[in-house]
Structures are given as C-alpha cells and as structure tokens.
C-alpha cells in the first residue's frame, strides 16, 4: 500500500540552525501538506501546497519557514533559523484530490531545538 | 472559521468495555469531512474513518462504530469491546473542500484513551 515517507524521524539541532525535513508523497498525489504537532497539544495546520505553489498558510508559517518540491517527489519544510518553539513533531501529509477530503499522513518528523 | 471541539481529555476504560468519544464541530460550509485519527505511543497518525457532510448514515466497521448528527454538529466515535491495543490518543478533525486550496483539516484537541487490562 503507497505511503507518505519522512526523513529524518528525529532531528536534534541547536537554536539558530538551519533545519530541513523531508516528505515523499504519495506518488500521483497532487496537494501536500505540513501540520505540526507541539509535545502534548493538537495538531496544527502549518501549510497546503499545489500546483507548486503554496495554496494557503497559518499564521504559524512565518518568513523563517519555507516549502517546495523541487524534483517532483520531494515535499520539503525548511525552517531558517531554529527556536526553542519549534520544537515539535512535523506531519507531512499528501492527498490526491479534494473530492474526498482524505489526507493521507507520513509517520512525522521531531524535531527538538536546543 | 472551523473549530472542533473534543470535551473529553482523557478516559479510562477496562478492557472489554465499550468507549465513546465526544466531537462538535462549528463550520459554515454545507460540504464538508468528518474524521477519525488515531495516535499510538508511537506518535504517527493513523486515519480511522471519514464522513461526508451529505451522509448521515451511521455505520459499524469491525469494532468502530460513528454516530453523525447534523442537527447537533456531533461526530461521535465508539469503540466496541476495547482492548489494551486501543490506547492511543484519539483526534476528531474537520476538512472543507476549498478547490485548489485543498482541504485543509481542522483538528480537535485529542482525546486520550487508556484501556487498562
């Protein structure tokens, strides 16, 4: 059965550092998504992209996040320069249209800022 | 704006015994989709079932069973003779079809299931 695919499934990094996480979505998917997850609390919608462009943002995606598909399989998050805050669990997601509504979830990524 | 509402933090159960978990949800599109997440200690996200707004009918699949009640925004999930494999913290979330903006989903605030043997 396809799957939504994340790398790495933890990333320790120190504040101020540059970090990128990976998603290969499933194939012929063609809206992706990042959510995050802080320890504990709900899953948030961080960012929607299609037709390689971002379709919509949260007010949490600000000017130090960034996305793009740069070959085509890839669906990345960057984060510019790390803080503690960031600290979280990042759910990459991908669907194939929107006539059912189903997202289909990687496995997430932690990322913990020191 | 859509907001899903999951009363229960947490509920502890006997193995065996039946569970039944609360969600509301606020939103003022008529189409729209209803889930269930599952999360394990593990922490990825497992999908259970979905609902279409146009569809009320309620179903049974295997031990999971929905009840889906328009008039009172409540999507209400039941786990049938839970077992210690159930505990897992469990999320209602709310999807409307916005065309190329995909379907963003709004989620719930968890509700934490311990089945205890």
């Known amino acids: 059965e396809p799957e939504v695919t994340q790398t790495p499934s933890h990333q320790v990094t120190q504040m101020g550092q540059e970090v990128i996480l990976r998603c290969v979505p499933i194939?012929?998917?063609?809206?992706f998504y990042w959510y995050r997850q802080i320890l504990g609390q709900k899953v948030e919608f961080l960012v929607s992209?299609?037709?390689?462009?971002?379709?919509?943002k949260s007010e949490i995606f600000d000017d130090q996040f960034s996305v793009e598909r740069p070959d085509g399989s890839n669906f990345t998050l960057k984060i510019r320069s790390t803080k503690l805050e960031d600290s979280a669990m990042y759910f990459c997601?991908?669907?194939?249209?929107?006539?059912?509504?189903?997202?289909?979830f990687g496995e997430g990524s932690r990322l913990t800022v020191l | 704006a859509q907001k899903v509402t999951q009363a229960q933090t947490e509920i502890s159960v006997v193995e065996k015994e039946d569970v039944t978990l609360d969600c509301v949800y606020e939103t003022r599109d008529t189409t729209y989709y209803l889930f269930w997440y599952k999360q394990p200690p593990s922490g990825e996200l497992v999908f259970l079932i979905r609902r279409n707004s146009f569809d009320e009918q309620n179903e049974i699949s295997g031990r999971y069973s929905w009840n889906f009640q328009k008039s009172t925004s409540s999507f209400n999930f039941t786990i049938t003779a839970s077992q210690v494999v159930d505990s897992a913290v469990y999320f209602c979330?709310?999807?409307?079809?916005?065309?190329?903006?995909?379907?963003?989903?709004?989620f719930g605030g968890g509700t934490r299931v311990l089945v205890k043997p």
């Open positions: 979330a709310l999807s409307e079809a916005r065309g190329a903006a995909g379907n963003k989903l709004t």
């Open positions: 997601a991908s669907q194939a249209g929107t006539s059912t509504g189903e997202l289909f």
């Open positions: 992209f299609y037709n390689n462009e971002i379709s919509e």
């Open positions: 194939s012929n998917h063609l809206y």
